[in-house]
């Protein structure tokens, strides 16, 4: 069955708090390449038929109403996953 991955992360203007976490903690760790870390949230709806046009919308109606906060997040894509 088809899935589709909706992808939700916090505005880039605020603060991720998690995020910062997790850069003091790769910076303890030594030499790794990585100087910002920003955390999101990732769904995946499993499909009942085809992903087409009709259930990509309904994931991006839910995205927009039920998985993200529209004052302090984006949402940054609703796609069918590659198999």
Known sequence: MPVIVVEVMPKAELLDP????????????GSTPFSDVRIGKRFELTVDGPADDKALSA?????????????????????????
Do not use: P
């Open 18 to 29: 998690a995020g910062k976490a997790v850069a003091g903690a790769l910076a303890r760790l």
């Open 59 to 83: 994931a991006r109606e839910l995205a927009d109403t039920l998985f993200s906060n529209s004052v302090i997040e984006d949402v940054v894509s609703v796609k069918v996953a590659d198999e």
